[in-house]
T-cell receptor, first 113, second 114 residues
Framework: AQSVTQPDIHITVSEGASLELRCNYS??????LFWYVQSPGQGLQLLLK??????LVQGIKGFEAEFKRSQSSFNLRKPSVHWSDAAEYFC???????????FGTGTQLKVEL | ETGVTQSPTHLIKTRGQQVTLRCSSQ?????VSWYQQALGQGPQFIFQ???????GRGNFPPRFSGLQFPNYSSELNVNALELDDSALYLC?????????????FGPGTRLLVL
């Protein structure tokens, strides 16, 4: 079955430190991948997406992600984390013929000042 | 440009009741998808509507039903509420219901079933 896995449930980083959130997918074909962020009590905001082409994609708020087919991964990175980045991050893949997002279980990011 | 809006923001119901949640899609979008997000989980796809027709359904029972109106707004109806229906219900709109469309989410409706 097609699936998205986020191995880390919680991550804590210090403000100013670099960040990498892991995402692995299980699909036969080239997946279309997304990262969303959810602040407490809020909906989901799109950070970035990968459909094809350059495997390093840039997003909003200084985030980037790299698609690695050999590792079935789409990890999210940020060189320097800000306290306002504390939130829950979801990796997702477009499946079901292109009309359904399948989400991972999310990674809760805590930023220490 | 108006984003995706949902109403109400919060709702409390008792087991066995029925509930209707509403979603207005982003300007220019004709597709609405609904997701259920239980506490501590990622969103789960319920169904999608494209031009007033259901265009895909997730693993949810028939008591979860929906509508899309000519202005592309949408309703999610849940009958015979169960305790496990307590969740954040998210609506997302996208451009054309085809593949590769980015979905933009509303703030959600938090439903509590007692």
């Amino acid at each position: 079955a097609q699936s998205v896995t986020q191995p880390d449930i919680h991550i804590t980083v210090s403000e100013g430190a670099s960040l990498e959130l892991r995402c692995n997918y299980s699909y036969g074909a080239t997946p279309y991948l997304f990262w969303y962020v959810q602040s407490p009590g809020q909906g989901l905001q799109l950070l970035l997406k990968y459909f094809s082409g350059d495997t390093l994609v840039q997003g909003i708020k200084g985030f980037e992600a790299e698609f690695k087919r050999s590792q079935s991964s789409f990890n999210l990175r940020k060189p320097s984390v800000h306290w306002s980045d504390a939130a829950e991050y979801f990796c997702a893949a477009l499946t079901g013929g292109g009309n359904k997002l399948t989400f991972g279980t999310g990674t809760q990011l805590k930023v220490e000042l | 440009e108006t984003g995706v809006t949902q109403s109400p923001t919060h709702l409390i119901k008792t087991r066995g009741q029925q509930v209707t949640l509403r979603c207005s899609s982003q300007s220019g979008h004709n597709t609405v998808s609904w997701y259920q997000q239980a506490l501590g989980q990622g969103p789960q796809f319920i169904f999608q509507y494209y031009r007033e027709e259901e265009n895909g359904r997730g693993n949810f029972p028939p008591r979860f039903s929906g509508l899309q109106f000519p202005n592309y707004s949408s309703e999610l109806n849940v009958n015979a509420l169960e305790l496990d229906d307590s969740a954040l219900y998210l609506c997302a709109s996208s451009g054309s219901g085809g593949a590769l469309e980015t979905q933009y989410f509303g703030p959600g409706t938090r439903l509590l079933v007692l």
